[in-house]
Every structure is written in C-alpha cells, then in structure tokens.
C-alpha cells in the first residue's frame, strides 16, 4: 500500500489550505484513516481521524478550523484546513490502518508565516 500527500506549501496566519493522501488501494478495506503532524523537535502528533468512513476525531487545537473527509470513489482522503496558525507548521503524514497493519505516507510540509 502506498500513500501519497499532496497539498501542503508555504501560506500567511490565516489562509487555508487542503491537504490530499492518495492511496494505491481501495480506501474502502482501510478501518482508519489520519492525519498526524511532526513540528521540528516535537514528537508526530494526531491531527484528525476518520473510522470506518464517517466518525472523525480532532486534537483540540484543530477543532472548528480542519475537516477530515474521505472519498473512496478516488481512494482519497482531504484534509481541509482553515485559518492556519504559525502553530500548525508542520510536516504533515497521511495514515491508513487496515485492522492489525498501519502504512504511512512520506509527508508533506505545511508551513504557516506569521
């Protein structure tokens, strides 16, 4: 399985930003889907799930400003981010669980200018 992020770049506080994860597989066989995050000198932190296609879970920081989507008619998965904060610069890396398995993406770059 290969997991593939698109989407991240350089962008002012405030302004939004969609992040892609496209997968190799169907999305349909993976259990979970997320996003996580890695600040420089910080541990890889969750960012937003999605189970089993329809409940998704957000860190506190991320509420109200990122949504998680899935759409497995293109074996994709959106990360939807508004109102960016300094704060949520990052690499960010795509995540697939399918049941005992987990695969990751390489990550992608997400910094925010004050």
């Known amino acids: 399985v290969q997991l593939v992020e698109s989407g991240g770049g350089l962008v002012q506080a405030g302004d939004s930003l969609t992040l892609s994860c496209a997968a190799s597989e169907s999305t349909v066989s993976f259990t979970a889907m997320g996003w996580f995050r890695q600040a420089p000198g910080k541990q890889r932190e969750l960012v937003a799930t999605i189970i089993n296609g329809d409940r998704s879970n957000y860190a506190d920081s991320v509420k109200g400003r990122f949504t998680i989507s899935r759409d497995n008619a293109k074996n994709t998965m959106l990360l939807q981010m508004n109102s960016l904060k300094p704060e949520d610069t990052a690499v960010y890396y795509c995540?697939?669980?399918?049941?005992?398995?987990?695969?990751w993406g390489q990550g992608t770059q997400v910094t925010v200018s004050s």
């Open positions: 995540h697939a669980r399918r049941f005992s398995t987990a695969y």
